[in-house]
């Protein structure tokens, strides 16, 4: 049996200690054995996830579609290299069969390429002008975390 795992808030690029003392056990519900506990997060660990998001927003805005494609493609391959023990662990922390957690998995990642490959879709039209020689463009872009 895999020891207990410990899940902590992740923003900013790594893991940070919990600002509330609220934890969640996790039991297999097949042998009752303990998957681990998961920290509870609360508004202060919401404003500082949020907070690293905000500022990282910027960054990200300026990275090209195919960078950012490359960047999530990336993400998708190392969760499949390891969806085997992603599949094990949400089937011990769910009681699901491990064949139903593969799926999901395997899910997972297709939606992750799918947003990959969506990011680098230009959206956004030519709009008809009342002015001679004004061509009004409508572009869309995120505004907000």
């Keep these: 049996m895999p020891a207990p795992l410990e899940c902590l808030p992740f923003y900013g690029g790594e893991f940070h200690a ?3 003392d609220e934890w969640r056990v996790v039991d297999d519900p097949a042998d009752g054995s303990r998957v681990g506990r998961c920290a509870l997060a609360n508004a202060a660990d919401i404003d500082r ?3 690293h998001a905000l500022r990282a927003k910027s960054a990200w805005a300026d990275i090209h579609a195919d960078g950012r494609a490359a ?3 990336r993400a998708a391959d190392l969760i499949e290299a390891r969806s085997d023990e992603i599949a094990e662990l949400l089937t011990r922390e769910q009681g699901k069969p491990l064949c139903d957690s593969r799926k999901e998995i395997g899910f997972g990642v297709q939606v992750v ?6 990011g680098r879709r230009k959206f956004g039209s030519l709009r008809p002008s009342s002015l001679p020689n004004v061509k009004n463009v409508v572009s869309y872009f995120p505004v907000g975390v």
Excluded at 113 to 118: D, S
């Design 18 to 20: 919990p600002a509330s």
């Design 49 to 51: 996830a949020v907070g």
């Design 71 to 73: 960047i999530l493609h």
């Design 113 to 118: 390429r799918y947003y990959a490959e969506e």
